[in-house]
């Protein structure tokens, strides 16, 4: 085939338009510092759900608990700060990650900590553990990045591999979208229905304010759910409840603010000399190595939320060695869990569409302050912000795909209908039961439809925001979509879906 005859590309966008500030452009320091302060909220709800899970069933209490959220955050600070400086030098969030989650309960239900009745002492023998397996793990994966051999491997990646890399990236935490909005959906639900409100209604309502509610709907819902949620405690709306509700809706019930201490400074082995076992060191290999795909996809979306050219695969490579040596920072500091790139935060770069280094930097350095000073920081981590950091990572630097995003959170099988579904099958009815059946019917059935929740959404969101925007009703395509969609454009309708002649005289043409 001739150079002449090879299909043609699709003009390239070499760095994302409409960026209000890029990786190189700074905000003004006092919106600078807005912005860094609502990472901080963002990464915060990783930061305490992973320990709030794994904690408890290491042994340990309350104390503990704030122990690790403490150490979480500061190394997550120093990470993303160093990172920043010497890595990939995107403005990229390292905290917790899921993917080890799995390994590391393994290695707690491994029965040689069976013997130890003291839960204290359990909690660290299992913490120690899982620093020897994860400091293992980091050393021979920092090889893989600083070596080159990762350069060499994402040399390959093209936009057929990249695509449901990035997407899917995201959509993995789907899984924890609404099921975790529903152990608490009085104010789960409010806050997701909130931050869309006030991030894209409010701006077209007071036009003065229109980059002020855009850029910090995150701030905005996150006081207003929690006032709300503060005055729904201590109004006695939840005495006398289950304790699984007490614990997802109180505001008073983390058990942080009391079990932090004043002033705490992390420091290395704090838990005592990590432990290490092959077969453990092997397993969690496994799961840094799924880090490190999934932290290429978020590097990818990062670059490109920021603004910045596209990544050279050195640059990649590097960042991906530098992401390692955060592992081994955190393991030598002890949290449980191994580090990768925040996907939330990279959500909140495109939802603001302030991809500035400094505003992260910034945000580094709130998560090493909040983290020294226990109690301010178990005030923070006490907010009912966790839910905000599902939903950011489905919205986007468009309209259509923030649209897009929103149906695909509430109505993917992992979310919505897969609990309603899920719920009915193991209790053999629906999450809304009352005693007219016929009610919980008319609520359960249209929610356990994945087709139906995405259109009806699809259908209000079309038509609801700021339909008036010549820019965004082209993105919506809805002028093409009508002009074919008309008989009098083109003579092949009336041939496809026409009645019979004698029926169509009855019948009002369209």
């Not at 695969?313 to 960042?319: N, T």
């Given at each position: 085939m001739s150079k002449a005859d090879e299909p043609q590309p699709h003009p390239p966008k070499e760095q994302l338009p409409n960026i209000s500030y890029c990786i190189t452009s700074p905000p003004p320091w006092p919106e600078a510092i807005l912005l860094g302060f609502q990472h901080y909220l963002v990464m915060i709800g990783t930061a305490v759900i992973i320990p709030t899970s794994l904690v408890p069933q290491m042994g340990g209490g309350n104390e503990e608990k704030a122990k690790v959220i403490q150490t979480l955050l500061f190394v997550a600070g120093l990470n993303t700060l160093l990172r920043s400086l010497f890595g990939s030098r995107l403005p990229a969030v390292i905290g917790g990650s899921y993917t080890f989650v799995p390994t590391t309960i393994s290695i707690i239900l491994v029965g040689r900590f069976s013997d130890t009745t003291d839960p204290v002492e359990r909690f660290k023998r299992i913490m120690r553990a899982t620093q020897g397996s994860l400091i293992v793990a980091s050393t021979l994966q920092i090889v893989l990045g600083f070596s080159g051999l990762w350069r060499n491997i994402t040399r390959f990646l093209s936009p057929l591999s990249v695509v449901p890399l990035v997407s899917l990236v995201?959509?993995?935490?789907?899984?924890?979208?609404?099921?975790?909005?529903a152990k608490c959906v009085e104010i789960?639900?409010?806050q997701l229905i909130l931050i869309v409100f006030v991030s894209q209604y409010v701006p077209h309502v007071i036009k003065s304010g229109r980059n002020i509610f855009g850029r910090f709907a995150v701030l905005f819902s996150v006081a207003i759910v929690w006032i709300y949620a503060h005055l729904l405690t201590v109004g006695g709306a939840y005495n006398g409840k289950a304790p699984k509700t007490q614990i997802s809706c109180r505001t008073d019930r983390a058990g942080l603010i009391d079990a932090a201490p004043w002033i705490r400074f992390p420091y290395p082995f704090q838990w005592g000399a990590p432990s290490f076992d092959a077969g453990e060191s092997f397993a969690m290999m496994m799961a840094s190595f799924v880090a490190l795909v999934e932290s290429t996809g978020a590097f990818i979306a990062v670059s490109r939320y920021a603004s910045a050219t596209p990544m050279p695969?050195?640059?990649?490579?590097?960042?991906i060695g530098w992401q390692k040596v955060?592992?081994?920072?955190?393991?030598?500091?002890?949290t449980a869990n191994g580090s990768s790139v925040s996907v939330e935060n990279a959500g909140l770069l495109a939802f603001t569409r302030v991809g500035s280094r400094r505003v992260v930097?910034?945000?580094a350095g709130f998560m090493i302050f909040f983290s020294i000073l226990g109690k301010f920081g178990a005030v923070f981590a006490s907010i009912p912000a966790p839910i905000i950091g599902l939903l950011l990572h489905c919205t986007a630097y468009s309209l259509p795909?923030?649209?897009?995003?929103v149906l695909v959170f509430f109505s993917s099988a992992t979310s919505t209908a897969s609990y309603f579904n899920e719920y009915t099958a193991i209790n053999?009815?629906?999450?809304?039961?009352?005693?007219?059946k016929w009610f919980n019917d008319i609520v359960n059935v249209p929610f356990s439809s994945e087709a139906f929740i995405a259109g009806c959404l699809a259908y209000f969101l079309d038509n609801t925001l700021h339909r008036k925007d010549n820019v965004i009703r082209k993105d919506r395509g809805k002028h093409w979509w009508d002009k074919f969609?008309?008989?009098k454009s083109d003579s092949r309708s009336e041939e496809f879906y026409s009645l019979p002649f004698s029926l169509n005289k009855y019948l009002p043409s369209v």
């Open positions: 995201g959509f993995r935490l789907y899984e924890f979208g609404f099921p975790g909005v789960g639900l409010p695969p050195s640059i990649l490579s590097r960042g955060a592992i081994l920072v955190s393991e030598l500091f002890g930097q910034i945000s795909m923030l649209v897009l995003g053999g009815y629906g999450p809304v039961h009352t005693g007219a969609r008309s008989f």
